[in-house]
């Protein structure tokens, strides 16, 4: 079975700071990974998905992740976060494989950006 | 764009009413889920369909049950709905395989008294 576990369920930044977001998976089998966010009010976005391939991947909003499979970790980066990042923020994994596998999402991180 | 609309933003029932919620798609998707979300517990998957009168349980499917008659429209059923049912409610649409996005709804937010 698999789970992911967002250890900070709140993360307080100052504008302009960087900031990463954590995030670890479990699995037996091969995995694709994504980052959701969820703006106050409103419901997920797609924010980027690690499929195979390069480890680094690039999302929308400047946002990027990398994918470490001996740590089984996908944590979100961001250099410089913006008011407007703030917001909830989901990792979530899925198997490989057919139409019917789940999506299974951590409990989430509030991104809570300060001027 | 994909839409995913949702009947209702917000909806106040009494314990003991059964409720209906309704979720529309307009990207011809195959799968179609319906979530809970609740602080701290993140995203609990409730049922899924992956086709047309198809539906697959997930994490949480007690109290609830699902309709899928047409492509676009998945239900969600709360029976007898219980105070313990008082959530915000996200639809969600996915075309084909696993690693392909899935599009939300703006969700629905229950109140059961």
């Known amino acids: 079975a698999q789970s992911v576990t967002q250890l900070d369920s709140q993360v307080p930044v100052f504008e302009e700071a960087p900031v990463e977001l954590r995030c670890n998976y479990s699995?037996?089998?091969?995995?694709?990974l994504f980052w959701y966010v969820q703006y106050p009010n409103q419901g997920l976005q797609l924010l980027l998905k690690?499929?195979?391939?390069?480890?680094l991947v690039k999302g929308i909003n400047g946002f990027e992740a990398e994918f470490n499979k001996s740590q089984t970790s996908f944590h979100l980066r961001k250099p410089s976060v913006h008011i407007s990042d703030t917001a909830e923020y989901f990792c979530a994994v899925s198997e490989y494989g057919g139409a019917t596998n789940k999506l299974i999402f951590g409990t989430g991180t509030l991104l809570a950006v300060q001027p | 764009d994909v839409k995913v609309t949702q009947s209702s933003r917000y909806l106040v029932k009494r314990t003991g009413e059964k409720v209906f919620l309704e979720c529309v798609q307009d990207m011809d998707h195959e799968n179609m889920f319906w979530y809970r979300q609740d602080p701290g517990l993140g995203l609990r998957l409730i049922y899924f369909s992956y086709d047309v009168k198809m539906k697959e349980k997930g994490d949480i499917p007690e109290g609830y049950s699902v309709s899928r008659e047409k492509k676009e429209r998945f239900s969600l059923i709360l029976e007898s709905a219980s105070t313990n049912q008082t959530s915000m409610y996200l639809c969600a649409s996915r075309a084909g395989l696993s690693y392909n996005e899935q599009f939300f709804g703006p969700g629905t937010r229950l109140t059961v008294l």
């Open positions: 690690y499929l195979s391939g390069s480890t």
């Open positions: 699995s037996s089998v091969s995995v694709y």
